[in-house]
């Protein structure tokens, strides 16, 4: 299993580049980093600012077809590698858990994905996809259909139940990613008295 991470967004709502804010003294990018690098043997990151993530070794992965949005980004880690399976997160998703990945990484054989399903909210940036669904993503993609859910529709999905993901992250804290200034600073603040 590849580890695919999600960096080519614009960031429009942050205003500012989401992967390189820090946070507990370091970039949100390095905190994926970290999780990844120690459940997968390849990961790479997708993103069309090669120039800003050549220091971290890692491959890296610029989108493959004009069609903006993560979707595209799944599509084009899956085009540059040959794994059976792929683990696909954000790079702005600072608080993922090893524990539930690998739980997620064990349930995939015999599915075309794996995905949580936190009461009724799936999480498609926080998933395992199947080579299997690379013909179908590239279908939807060339139709310029974005919708990632679109992809399971006729899939076969493991999904990931709230009471399998409060094994291991209770809080559901996984799944949290950081798209404006201020889910930023709730971020920064959790662990401190903040005061505005």
Known sequence: MTG????GGESRRMGADKAFLTLAGRPLIEHVLDVFQGLFEKTLIVTNSPQDYAAYGVPLVSDALAVH???????SGMLHTADEYYFV???DMPYLN???ISFMARSATGYDAVVP???GLIEPLHAVYGKSLFPVIEQHLRQKSRRIRDIFMNASVRYITAEEIERFDPQQRSFINLNTPVEYKEAVCSDLECRS
């Open 4 to 7: 695919i991470i999600l960096a």
């Open 69 to 75: 949005g993560p979707l595209t980004g799944i599509y």
């Open 89 to 91: 997160a954000a790079c």
């Open 98 to 100: 090893a524990e539930l």
């Open 117 to 119: 399903n936190a009461g």
